[in-house]
T-cell receptor, first 113, second 114 residues
Framework: DQQVKQNSPSLSVQEGRISILNCDYT??????FLWYKKYPAEGPTFLIS?????DKNEDGRFTVFLNKSAKHLSLHIVPSQPGDSAVYFC????????????FGTGTRLTIIP | SAVISQKPSRDICQRGTSLTIQCQVD?????MFWYRQQPGQSLTLIAT?????????ESGFVIDKFPISRPNLTFSTLTVSNMSPEDSSIYLC???????????FGPGTRLTVT
């Protein structure tokens, strides 16, 4: 039972344009969501998070949007840069902080120069 | 954020043997976790490593197969026992930051079982 889904296994975006990565979840108990970026041969790197009490969180070029009624979140990267090419995982937890994370299957983002 | 190191970074092991993976953090942390990422799959939580008590395992993972130690607040080990080719994965430890409560991951251990 895949509780967190990323339906696009890959995405290609032109440098300078907006990258939009999507994530859906089924467990209505999830109330904290995170995005991680992963380069080959490295561990995932935390990018940005959002609590269910918000519908938007922004950090520099990265913005996460949460639509609780649709059980959907998205990560926007503007403008996209070649260094953004990586696999992006969304993750969710019940509770904030010391709780286990349930990960999606990942989306491989390729930025085309 | 915490700096996390893992040893070994990769290994090739024979079926039926065991491998112990070490995770070292540069600061004291409350929570440490062990994850597995099988080829082409997502990250799956194996267990929460508790300091001073037994690890808490997720459904589908058992202590006999994946014994975990956590002797102090900066160090943990995961052993993959009696390995089979299906255990070929990347094994990652993670910790929760005491400041931000975000989870940070080590670089991973790439295990291949032949």
């Amino acid at each position: 039972d895949q509780q967190v889904k990323q339906n696009s296994p890959s995405l290609s975006v032109q440098e300078g344009r907006i990258s939009i990565l999507n994530c859906d979840y089924t467990n209505s108990m999830f109330d904290y969501f995170l995005w991680y970026k992963k380069y080959p041969a490295e561990g995932p790197t935390f990018l940005i998070s959002i609590s269910s009490i918000k519908d938007k969180n922004e950090d520099g070029r990265f913005t996460v949007f949460l639509n609780k009624s649709a059980k959907h979140l998205s990560l926007h990267i503007v403008p996209s840069q070649p260094g953004d090419s990586a696999v992006y995982f969304c993750a969710a937890s019940v509770g904030f902080g010391n709780e286990k994370l349930t990960f999606g299957t990942g989306t491989r983002l390729t930025i085309i120069p | 954020s915490a700096v996390i190191s893992q040893k070994p970074s990769r290994d090739i092991c024979q079926r039926g043997t065991s491998l112990t993976i070490q995770c070292q953090v540069d600061s004291q942390v409350t929570m440490m976790f062990w994850y597995r990422q099988q080829p082409g799959q997502s990250l799956t939580l194996i267990a929460t490593a508790n300091q001073g008590s037994e690890a808490t395992y997720e459904s589908g993972f058992v202590i006999d197969k994946f014994p975990i130690s956590r002797p102090n607040l900066t160090f943990s080990t995961l052993t993959v026992s009696n390995m089979s080719p299906e255990d070929s994965s990347i094994y990652l430890c993670s910790v929760t930051s005491a400041d931000t409560y975000e989870q940070y991951f080590g670089p991973g251990t790439r295990l291949t079982v032949t």
